[in-house]
């Protein structure tokens, strides 16, 4: 099409390619620990592709006054578990919203999904974000983020770091002890500190975070989820 171009090579079916993937991902962090794996046929295949300002794009994104290239790139093998997807959105200008050097990358390696997401610019009239990134990885049903906004000088203006836990019939959040820095500002976080939340309520534990004469907590009563 004028927008978009694309080119599939290997042996797949597009009915279960999305399955296939899913079941990968549920290998490194399932939202159903415990589930059955579902069936599908080996699926291998690598592909490209490309979004371009063609002149249609014009009448469905009006405000969109540029864009370079969206390039897409990787592959995926169902049998050997692997993985590899790449994306890149050079400068795209949308109204007063100017956002440079949008990098995806995911790749299994390690014995984990490994992530990274990092933005080098945005900005409009009333803001300007630079050198955000957000990484981690998935592993036995832990997801690791690190989001990170650092100045142009790199050093560290914002960080939330953690880790999200999938138990069989809930979710536990949890930030790690150095994970928090709030304008340049770190904050001392509590050791053990967890938020669970599923279908029993939400269930809160050590979850202090404090900064010179300054703290938050979160505390549920009664304790133990039902609340």
Sequence with gaps: SEVLSADISGKYKLTEVGTAIQDLINRYFSMEPGSTPAKYSPQRLTFTAHVVNAPILQQFAP???EMANVNFAGNFDSEAGQLLVKASAPRILYGTNNLNNLQLNINTANEALNYSLT???????????????????????????????????????????????SLPSAFEFSLRPDGLILNYEPWTVS????????????DANNFVLTHQNQSLSVVTTPPGGNN
């Design 63 to 65: 405000s969109l006054k």
């Design 119 to 165: 933005l080098d610019q945005i900005s409009s009239t009333q803001f300007e974000i630079v050198n955000t990134s957000i990484r981690g990885n998935a592993q036995n049903n832990v997801l690791n983020t690190d989001i990170q906004i650092r100045d142009r000088e790199d050093k560290q203006h914002y960080r939330i770091a953690g880790s999200l836990r």
């Design 191 to 202: 050791t053990d500190n967890a938020i669970r939340f599923g279908k029993a309520g939400l």
